[in-house]
């Protein structure tokens, strides 16, 4: 089983989703996104690169919902580490506004 730790950013994220989201998410998790993880001879369903950043994948997990995650050192030998980053609606992948 693969394992995980989340950023600042995702944890702060995760407190403005609605329990909605939050479910939507959890489900993606357990019945897309882990099985693809532990099958490498087969594509992830819901996963593409993130154009601006090299080695940051992002995960849809909804209409609208997207979380972005990146590799991490393996934690439990032969195991996939993932650090989710952040996570909300399309809206996480634009820039803040100011200079």
Partial sequence: MPTFETLPRFEKDWKDLTP??????RKVVREAF????????RPFRRVKGVQAHANV?????????????????ERVSGQPHITWRH???HDIFTPPPGP
């Fill in 34 to 41: 882990v099985p693809d993880l532990m099958a490498p001879d």
């Fill in 20 to 25: 909605q989201h939050r479910d939507m998410f």
């Fill in 57 to 73: 994948f992002e995960m849809t997990w909804g209409n609208d919902g997207r979380a972005t995650f990146s590799y991490g050192a």
């Fill in 87 to 89: 996570i909300g609606t």
